[in-house]
């Protein structure tokens, strides 16, 4: 498979390997009517950090992501910031990155990669990602995505209308961007719309039953696989019918030749005496004369069941259309109209319209999943995803990452609190959401030097931190967002099981009391009667145990900090 080659590749590649781990921080001043926010969660600061931070809880759960990063036109204003250990790299941090920046794709390519490398481990394996992009980075993003997702993985590009008219560039005007679609591994089935009732404008004595009809179509035509038993005389009314409306004659004659190509009914007479009899022919006047036309109705067809035709009532659905997306419903007008609604002025610029990521849920989730959208802006998603939820009833969960943005200009804006936030808060206010959300911020990193220092994390962010490394899964997300410990008790240092292995965490947050805690043997012959025969591995700050017991009573020791940090 070709590959894309860019200044800072090698560098890059595996940069999201060497981010380390974050602690989520509640900020319960900025939680808006807490006890409903049923796992939505607003999270503010770097979402690559956010975004690792999330895999001990999320990885492998998310069922859908939206993203829209920034789209590298020079004009937005964006500033490379990762902390990566490269002369080359570390000369571009803090620098905006504009038009005349030869080296803008190559910036943008390594900004992007780390962070869609972890969004691929959050999606579930039937998970899919929709990311909007215009010409400038296109072909760029689709190589690179290609490298990560597999090429068999790569779903559509779908154009979007994003204003009536747009900037002109050799004669052509631009008006559109585009969504990007992946699938993560495994099958993936949209959800499939309603049919529009709009040919179905007929109505008859079924319609409570089969609903509305449409006349689909005649029910002759003229075939290249003619066959004699469609070629039969249809009495209706007194009125008799033959195929392409032909004489007696022209059809005994073309019965006598059976040419290659002539006219014939679409259905066998079985098929059109039961189709009759339960009203799905009518006789219409066309041009030609009376026609015999077929009934489509809206929810019902004829089944062939091997012995005989039955009425089948269905939910009649189609899949979506790229066509769909060029309506001007989704465009940016329509969202520079929603956040002055809510704002009562223009309060973001680049929004996407809540009706593109409605529409993209629906069509890509279940009434139980986990959204995530890692580049939030003015907080579109979250707005999306609880209409929907009003609209059908359903318990979808949001994730949403921005950065505050503030600058030394402006060390006091903070886009995520002012306008993501204040978006959805106003979106539950406005349109009487059955919703909440809490607020987060990153919080410290879960490294060795940091622990040393004795900045220290929870007890539960510790304890999923290390199941997550110890097993590469993670613990159960709705007993954790429910605000529930799940299996963790700190109590006594139990974090989980994993097969037929038990986990431990020697721990406390308090720096002190954590220099004198040990697995000794008190603790590791309660560990062997709480969990027998089973493998039981204990994380401590230190070991007062021989290798020759441990050995023998199935325990291994992994020392808090350093030896924590060598994933398993």
Request: glycine share 6%; net charge negative; hydrophobic share 30%.
């Amino acid at each position: 498979m070709p590959t894309l080659q860019f200044k800072g590749k090698n560098i890059i590649w595996n940069h999201h390997l060497a981010v380390p781990f974050h602690t989520l921080d509640e900020v319960p001043e900025l939680h808006y009517i807490p006890e409903k926010a049923n796992g939505n969660m607003i999270i503010e600061g770097d979402n690559l950090i956010a975004l690792k931070a999330l895999l001990p809880q999320f990885a492998g759960k998310v069922k859908c992501i939206y993203i829209d990063p920034p789209y590298n036109t020079g004009n937005e204003g964006w500033i490379y910031n990762d902390s990566v250990n490269s002369p080359l790299l570390k000369d571009w941090i803090g620098r905006e990155v504009g038009k005349d920046d030869l080296t803008r794709h190559d910036k943008w390519l390594c900004m992007m990669v780390p962070r869609i490398k972890l969004l691929y481990q959050l999606l579930s394996e039937n998970g899919v990602i929709f990311i909007s992009i215009d010409d400038n980075e296109l072909s760029n993003l689709i190589s690179f995505c290609n490298e990560i997702f597999g090429e068999e993985n790569y779903i559509a590009t779908i154009p979007r209308i994003t204003k009536k008219a747009g900037k002109t560039s050799d004669s052509i005007s631009k008006n559109t961007d585009y969504l990007v679609i992946y699938k993560r591994i495994g099958n993936l089935e949209f959800e499939k719309i309603e049919i529009d009732d709009e040919g179905y404008k007929h109505s008859d004595e079924y319609e409570e039953e089969r609903g509305k009809y449409k006349l689909s179509q005649t029910l002759d035509y003229s075939s290249i696989q003619y066959s004699t038993s469609l070629d039969y005389e249809i009495e209706i009314d007194g009125k008799i019918f033959r195929p392409g409306n032909s004489t007696k004659e022209e059809m005994e004659e073309r019965i006598i030749r059976n040419p290659k190509s002539d006219w014939c009914w679409r259905w066998s007479k079985p098929l059109y005496k039961f189709g009759l009899e339960k009203g799905f022919v009518v006789v219409k006047e066309s041009k030609n004369g009376k026609r015999i036309y077929t009934k489509t109705y809206s929810n019902a067809i004829i089944e062939n069941t091997g012995s005989g035709y039955q009425i089948k009532l269905i939910e009649r659905k189609k899949n979506a259309t790229t066509l769909e997306f060029i309506e001007n419903q989704y465009s940016n007008d329509n969202s520079r109209k929603e956040i002055e609604k809510l704002f009562g002025y223009k309060a973001f610029e680049y929004s996407k319209p809540s009706s593109l990521i409605k529409r993209i849920i629906q069509l890509a989730s279940d009434q139980n999943s986990i959204i995530l959208d890692s580049f939030s802006g003015s907080g579109s998603t979250m707005h999306a995803l609880m209409e929907l939820n009003k609209e059908d009833g359903g318990n979808r969960k949001c994730i949403m990452v921005q950065m505050p943005e503030n600058t030394t200009t402006e060390p006091e804006k903070n886009i995520c609190k002012d306008i993501t936030r204040e978006r959805v808060k106003r979106a539950i206010e406005k349109f009487s959401y059955d919703s909440g959300f809490k607020y987060y911020r990153l919080g410290i990193p879960l490294d060795a030097e940091t622990m040393l220092a004795g900045q220290l994390p929870t007890y539960k962010q510790f304890a999923k931190y290390v199941y997550y490394l110890c097993t590469g899964e993670n613990l159960d997300a709705e007993d954790l967002s429910a605000g529930q410990a799940g299996k963790i008790n700190e109590a006594e240092f139990y974090v989980g099981e994993y097969g037929k292995q038990a986990i431990y965490l020697v721990y406390t947050q308090d720096y002190e009391t954590l220099t004198r805690l040990a697995l000794n043997l008190t603790l590791a012959e309660k560990i062997k009667e709480q969990q027998p025969g089973k493998k039981r591995i204990v994380y401590a700050p230190s070991c007062f145990l021989d290798e020759e017991y441990l050995i023998d009573n199935q325990i291994e020791y992994v020392g808090i900090p350093y030896n924590l940090f060598q994933r398993r």
